[in-house]
């Protein structure tokens, strides 16, 4: 058995909480202290997600655009999201929610551009 | 070969080098920093002091009433800010009394005019915030305050326009007499002069043993400062000093000439005059002893702290003139010496002219015209500055009011700036409450822009100092090599 | 000189919503004046998301929150004067501004409204003893040269303060191949939000230092390092707890302050608590026809706030150019017991309008309540099962509430025993 301690974000409480994992199985979890607490835990423990945003350089610009994952990604992938992320190269014009990388790292989610960027 | 080096471009250098700049004759200044006035000038009371403070016959009395006497009209004359703001010299007790009594009849003898011993009731009127508790004063209303750093750009800027060379990051590490000249070891290689004037501040005992002077020796005494944000209201329009010790003039509060208030300085003798660190032991003191003079001071205000390093040499006065032959120096030119530089100019030109038999040149080139700070303008004179220069319509510093254009022309300047930080002893941006937050992103830009240089090689002080360490992309290639 | 009914200043998330909202009452003769090319304000750089949950219901990053209010203000046709520097304001509500485009212009406004934002305190302000060398930066400072200019400041950091801005830098330095040493906080808590600490701190392994500060920077041209402290309860350094870090990049996220230099030449009142404006609950300040509101205000830790005080700031100043000013008698709003900086500070009297206080407890309070009296008489009252300094409170008074309100009201804490 397990045990990984969570800190949970859904409110300032930050309920520091203890879940018991056999394996990949959630035994039990203490020290929300509300529902809320739970269900993030749970998630945290089977697949954390994250968004991730950074900047891309662009032909032309001095200003880089900035990018984020269309919506969360697993945890583990950021890093992998962000090397991937290095090698991408974009001319102007950009627009908003244009999409800067598809299917990033085969996570099945495009990182999109945030701002307008026009030549 | 060049006629004459000056080793140090601190304010008494600049001074030295302009006041030469008159004479038919190759001069290169050389500093081992990468700006004007980047050792003990930078960082000092900025006070022009009257000439009560220094016993009568030193070198130090006649130089500082004689630099106190032409800081007005010089100031004027190269645009640099100025004002006579008085001093008092305050006694919490009846004891301190013989001290001011002292400082009084040495002001007599000086020649210092104006002095007047004030009690307790006038100090209050004349300056409220002061503690309650002072007993008396020596006033001394010829006392000035000036910016010592924008002094010394400005003496190096009139030298440059009239054909002194300034070379920086050149550390002269040995000189010797060579037949005929001068031969100056440094980080740049060799350097030859016919004569050669040491004005290199906290290692000017060095040379000046090197150039075969009696022994003379360095103490290196740092001083620590806070700086407050200009309030709506300064708090005192006089600088206060406390009875002095035998480490110096003790702690003041003096408003500066761009309206912020200077606390300090410590006094401590430290081994390396590089070492301008500050402490919070020394910090501390500085509030402690502050709040004797004013005791409703707050640090809420503070907006920045630094410390300087002042060259003391053991024997006392400082050490002015002739050394051997073709070999001149001001050195040990600790306080009054910003006072003093003017004057100090002034002798050294004297006698190395009659020494070595040097000639006026035809034309003397004026100081070169500095428009007066965006900051101080009138609606009409900013209206028009507009006009002439958009770039002046572009506030790049918010808290000191400073436009690119004053920036780019600080860049621009005789002997320009060339870091973050000399942009902001010459523009003031910078230099204001945020200390840089908002400003500096965009005065890098500009740099690297007028410098023709990468954004990554702006600099905020000296080699080694850049602010920016690679692109995102770079830095992310470093990862993956990693 | 040119007359104007309404002059904004600032263009970023408090200036965009003000204007809309005093558009959408019918102002039009309206100018936002921005300093900086673009509006949006601090919101360009601010690239991470989390912004907008309140207000649109999603999460959206800086630039998107901000490129809604720049739409809507593009739609509507409100004027938004970009590189423009405003250089003082008079009580008399004269505006004097510069750009390279125009000069100097002068602009007489019958309303104003302060939307200047807040920046960021500098390392001078804490008085941290050490040399004065390159590599020492505010968070927002790298933020802008990482963010906007796509340069990193630094390789191993240290941050100093434990504010949201510090985090989120924190993070992305990592991402973007830095190394961060610690985070350290001079408090025992941080003032950041958990969710920061979790996916900026815990996420990357970051230590976080609480109760500590940092006492000493070294290197002479470059940060080499720093020394990090414990502190007692008095908050000063503990002799013997010094941790150093080799470093050559110190961020400081230690406070925000409102951007008041305008608001003091005008002769605003400015609270020493907030170290905003004092305004009445339309948001206007001692000055009759200036308004407040955003960052410049006080500062908030949500833009969604920043953006509904703001509306409402436009509201009210729409209101009084349309309808004329509307100023009685107020009664003041007083901090009690472990309450900071409460806003508005006024309530007109004999108002009826909803009141949204908003202030800071002065520490972590459990279980517990926050409540406005009026004398002995209880007002309003809120119940959270915290309430800490990092997240602004908010206690609404229902309309019906202020009408009744005689006399000065006291909003405190209340902890159950």
Known sequence: MTEKVITCINCPMGCRMTVQMEGKEILKITGNTCKRGETYARQECTEPMRMVTAVVPVEGSRMPVSVKTRTPIPKARIQACMKALSGVRLTLPIHEKDVVLPDVCGTGVDVIATRTLMA | MFDILIVGAGVVGSSVARALSRYQASILVVDAACDVAEGSSKANSGIVHAGYDAVPGTLKAKLNVRGAEMYPSLCEELGVPYRRNGAMILAFS????????????????????????????????????????????????????????EMAFALADHAAVNGVEFRFQTKVDSVRWEKDHWEAETNQGKIQARILVNCAGASSADLHNQMGGEKAEIIHRRGQYYILDHPDVLPFDHTMFQCPTKMGKGILVAPTVHGNVLLGPTAEDIQDPLDVATTAEGLESVLKAARLTWPGLSVRTAITNFSGVRAHEIHGDFMVGKVAGHAYEAAGMESPGLSAAPAVGEMLEEIIVREEGLEKKAQWLPAPVHPRPFNEMTDQ?????????????????????????????????????????????????????????????????????????????????????????????????????? | MTEKDLVIIGGGPAGLAAAIGAWEDGIRDMVVLEREKQAGGILRQCIHNGFGLHRFGEELTGPEYA????????????????????????EEKVVTCVSAEKGLEIIHARAIILAMGC??????????????????????????????????????????????????????????????????????????????????????????????????????????????????????????????????????????????????????????????????????????????????????????????????????????????????????????????????????????????????PAGVYKNASAVVMCGDREVARKRAMIFTPGEMAVLPIPGNKVAELDGDITVKMEVKA
Do not use: W
């Open chain 2, 94 to 149: 009846e004891d301190d009394r013989s001290t001011l009594k002292k400082l009084y009849d040495q002001g007599i003898k000086n020649g210092v005019k104006e002095l007047r011993i004030i009690e307790k009731e006038e100090i209050l009127a004349l300056e409220p915030q002061t503690s309650p508790e002072v007993v008396c004063a020596l006033l001394v209303p010829t006392s000035g305050i000036v910016s010592p750093y």
């Open chain 2, 381 to 482: 004179e900013r209206q028009a500055a507009i006009e002439a220069d958009p770039l002046y319509g572009k506030i790049i510093c918010r808290c000191e009011v400073v436009t690119e254009a004053e920036i780019r022309a600080a860049i621009r300047r005789p002997v320009g700036a060339t870091s973050v930080d000399g942009v902001k002893r010459r523009t003031r941006a910078g230099m204001g409450r945020c200390q840089g937050g908002f400003c500096s992103p965009r005065v890098v830009e500009i740099l690297a822009e007028e410098l023709h240089i990468p954004m990554t090689s702006v600099r905020k002080g000296g080699p080694g100092s850049e602010l920016l360490v690679g692109t995102i992309q770079e830095a992310m290639a470093k990862e993956a090599e990693a």
């Open chain 3, 67 to 90: 490129q809604r209010d720049i739409d809507r203000a593009k739609e509507l046709g409100i004027p938004i004067q970009c590189n423009t520097t405003v250089l003082s304001v008079t």
């Open chain 3, 119 to 360: 920046r960021e305190r500098p390392r001078g302000a804490l008085g941290t003893p050490g040399t004065r060398c390159a590599g020492i930066y505010t968070a927002g400072t790298a933020q802008k040269f990482v963010n906007l200019e796509g340069f990193m400041p630094g390789k191993r950091v240290v941050i100093l303060g434990s504010g949201d801005i510090g985090l989120i830098m924190a993070r992305r330095m990592t991402l973007q191949g830095a190394k961060v040493l610690a985070c350290v906080e001079l408090m025992p808590f941080s003032s950041g939000l958990n969710r920061n600490i979790v996916q900026c701190l815990q996420d990357f392994d970051i230590p976080l230092y609480l109760s500590h500060t940092v006492t000493n920077v070294e290197g002479r041209e470059r940060l080499t390092g720093v020394t990090v402290s414990e502190v007692g309860p008095d908050r000063k350094p503990i002799p013997g707890t010094e941790i150093h870090f080799d470093c050559d990049t110190l961020l400081l996220s230690v406070g925000l302050i409102p951007e008041n230099e305008l608001s003091r030449t005008a002769k605003v009142e400015l609270s020493p608590v907030t170290s905003g404006a004092v305004v009445n609950d339309l948001l206007e300040t001692s000055v009759p026809g200036i308004f407040s509101c955003g960052n410049v205000l006080h500062v908030h830790d949500l833009v969604d706030f920043v953006s509904e005080e703001s509306f409402k700031a436009g509201h009210a100043a729409a209101d009084l150019i349309l309808h004329g000013a509307k100023r009685s008698d107020t009664i003041r709003v007083l901090d009690g017991e472990g309450v900071r900086g409460t806003v508005p500070q006024m309530i007109r009297r004999g108002s009826a309008d909803e009141v949204r206080l908003m202030f800071r």
